[in-house]
């Protein structure tokens, strides 16, 4: 693949590890003759760590043998978590420091999560960017202060804390961004 068709969330194969792209960016040369170059920001899915990558227009990565598959949630346990393919019922198994922060977001139900699939073995799993969860704890609303915009924390049902709007109470389903663990809005 050359370095002119590779677009953010493609996974190329750079010193031997599978790299996702996460963004890229084209520097037109100056003078004549000069190549463009491409920068990749990218993240190694094996090791998680970050990687920059710079290609000349001419050169190319090869494609990662890799595969997103839709999953479900059926249960996890003190080492594991482990998930349900949807197209052919096989049974992926992912330890819980290899999901990482997005353990913060998966409950049951979930509806669009991909297993992150590398050479027949799943290295991570990829949630939908936003995501309704339930509040389970935060301070009661005080009449009034919905024309503020004041924020409280709220701990919602994974146990993840976010900052919500005054005006939010206990029980409501909220929209929260899963890369920045931001509130959205009410769901």
Avoid at 85 to 111: H, Y
Wanted: charged share 25%; proline share 5%.
């Amino acid at each position: 693949m050359l370095a002119k068709e590779i677009k953010p969330g493609a996974v190329v194969v750079y010193d031997g590890s599978p790299i996702l792209i996460e963004s890229m960016n084209v520097q037109s040369p100056s003078a004549r003759g000069a190549a463009t170059l491409y920068k990749f920001r990218g993240r190694n899915l094996a090791t998680k760590q970050k990687t920059d990558i710079t290609l000349k227009g001419g050169e190319s990565l090869n494609e990662a043998d890799f595969q997103r598959r839709p999953v479900k949630l059926m249960y996890s346990d003190a080492t594991d978590m482990h998930f349900l393919d949807d197209q052919d019922f096989n049974e992926w198994v992912l330890p819980l420091e290899d999901v990482g922060e997005a353990i913060n977001f998966i409950t049951e139900g979930l509806e669009g999560i991909l297993c992150l699939i590398y050479n027949d073995e799943c290295i991570g799993v990829q949630l939908p960017t936003t995501i309704e969860l339930t509040i389970a704890e935060c301070d009661p609303g005080v009449r009034g202060n919905s024309a503020t915009g004041r924020t409280k924390p709220a701990k919602l049902e994974t146990g993840l804390i976010v900052q919500v709007p005054e005006f939010i109470k206990q029980g409501e389903r909220i929209k929260v961004d899963s890369r920045t663990s931001a509130f959205l809005s009410r769901a």
